[in-house]
């Protein structure tokens, strides 16, 4: 199945959803005209990510008048979204939805949240428990959140149930500029990067030529309380190889072709998930589980 895939690298507004659901709908009509049926935002692209206090006031049911909206925006394009969920014990959680159809397919609830540096998330918000692969018009995907990818696992159970698209909303902020470094005779490069953006680029290529499947990396832009998010949103395909990325720092819409045939050659050629031992792994889990018990 071949079809046009977009990411939208907005900026949203902190607190605001009224105005960032205008920037949704703003994105789904851009995407729409150029032909894509699925849109990727980045994490908490509802609502801002350094929320704090601001979380209950912003969360949102799943049944929600806000939600509901968001579902009649993918009744013609699939849309992955970002948002503050409030579940029917009012616990709220980081979460990625997966909409089509006008009907949300799948919830995902972010896992690692991550409590370092400039981060506090896990002091305002719940953890997931679980990562499942879902069925899709596009062929079976999971979404895994921003910290969700520093932790291999996730991946790589996504991967084992069936997942032949990545979907990695996130919010990810700048950490320092460093040039590239140029090889003796080599041409000028591409101007400065960044050590964030490079390492994320790696665990793209990785997840996508290890699991033979296609990633799309939605990253978000902007300023919060002087924190900068860099964006250099990413769709990578089964090979490894980036199929299209966006710039640093400014919003922009991306889009690429998506040839699902490609996962089966990648396959073909590098047949590594046939040859998973899953009873192995989960063995040796067991077996250093029960040693840090010990």
Same mark, same amino acid.
């Given at each position: 199945?071949?079809?046009?895939?977009?990411?939208?690298?907005?900026?949203?507004?902190?607190?605001?959803?009224?105005?960032?659901?205008?920037?949704?709908?703003?994105?789904?009509?851009?995407?729409?005209?150029?032909g894509?049926?699925?849109?990727?935002?980045?994490?908490l692209?509802?609502?801002?990510?350094?929320?704090?206090?601001?979380?209950?006031?912003?969360?949102?049911?799943?049944?929600?008048?806000?939600?509901?909206?968001?579902?009649?925006?993918?009744?013609?394009?699939?849309?992955?979204?970002?948002?503050?969920?409030?579940?029917?014990?009012?616990?709220f959680?980081?979460?990625g939805?997966?909409?089509?159809?006008?009907?949300?397919?799948h919830l995902?609830?972010?896992?690692y949240l991550?409590?370092?540096g400039?981060?506090?998330?896990?002091?305002?918000?719940?953890?997931?428990?679980?990562?499942r692969?879902?069925d899709?018009?596009?062929?079976?995907?999971?979404?895994?959140?921003?910290?969700?990818? @520093?932790?291999?696992?996730?991946?790589?159970?996504?991967?084992?149930?069936?997942?032949?698209?990545?979907?990695?909303?996130?919010?990810?902020?700048?950490?320092?500029?460093?040039?590239?470094?140029r090889?003796?005779?080599?041409?000028?490069g591409?101007?400065?990067?960044?050590?964030?953006?490079?390492? @994320?680029?790696?665990?793209?290529?990785?997840?996508?030529?290890a699991?033979?499947?296609?990633?799309f990396?939605?990253?978000?832009?902007?300023?919060?309380?002087?924190?900068?998010?860099?964006?250099?949103?990413?769709i990578?395909?089964?090979?490894?190889?980036?199929?299209?990325a966006?710039?640093?720092?400014?919003?922009?819409?991306?889009?690429? @072709?998506?040839?699902?045939?490609?996962?089966?050659?990648?396959?073909?050629?590098?047949?590594?998930?046939?040859?998973?031992?899953?009873?192995?792994v989960?063995r040796?889990?067991?077996?250093?589980e029960?040693r840090?018990?010990d």
């Open positions: 199945m071949k079809f046009l895939a977009a990411l939208a690298q907005i900026g949203p507004t902190l607190g605001n959803v009224e105005v960032n659901f205008g920037i949704f709908e703003k994105a789904v009509r851009q995407a729409r005209r150029k894509a049926e699925l849109l990727v935002f980045p994490e692209s509802l609502t801002g990510y350094f929320l704090k206090d601001m979380v209950p006031d912003v969360a949102e049911r799943t049944g929600g008048e806000l939600l509901r909206r968001v579902a009649a925006l993918s009744r013609d394009i699939a849309l992955v979204v970002g948002f503050v969920e409030e579940s029917a014990r009012h616990t959680y980081n979460a939805a997966y909409f089509e159809g006008g009907r949300l397919v995902h609830r972010k896992i991550p409590t370092y400039l981060f506090d998330e896990h002091r305002y918000v719940g953890a997931g428990s679980q990562v692969a879902f899709t018009r596009f062929g079976r995907a999971a979404i895994i959140v921003c910290e969700d990818a @520093w932790h291999p696992g996730l991946a790589y159970v996504a991967s084992q149930d069936g997942a032949d698209l990545l979907f990695i909303p996130s919010a990810s902020p700048a950490r320092g500029p460093h040039r590239r470094k090889a003796p005779g080599a041409a000028p591409r101007g400065p990067s960044l050590s964030i953006q490079r390492t @994320w680029q790696s665990l793209n290529r990785a997840y996508a030529a699991f033979n499947q296609y990633v990396f939605a990253n978000r832009v902007g300023y919060e309380d002087g924190i900068h998010f860099w964006g250099g949103s990413e990578v395909a089964p090979s490894g190889e980036a199929l299209a966006a710039p640093l720092g400014k919003p922009h819409l991306l889009t690429a @072709w998506v040839d699902t045939a490609e996962v089966r050659r990648s396959r073909v050629i590098s047949p590594t998930l046939r040859d998973e031992n899953l009873h192995l989960l040796e889990l067991r077996r250093v029960g840090a018990r």
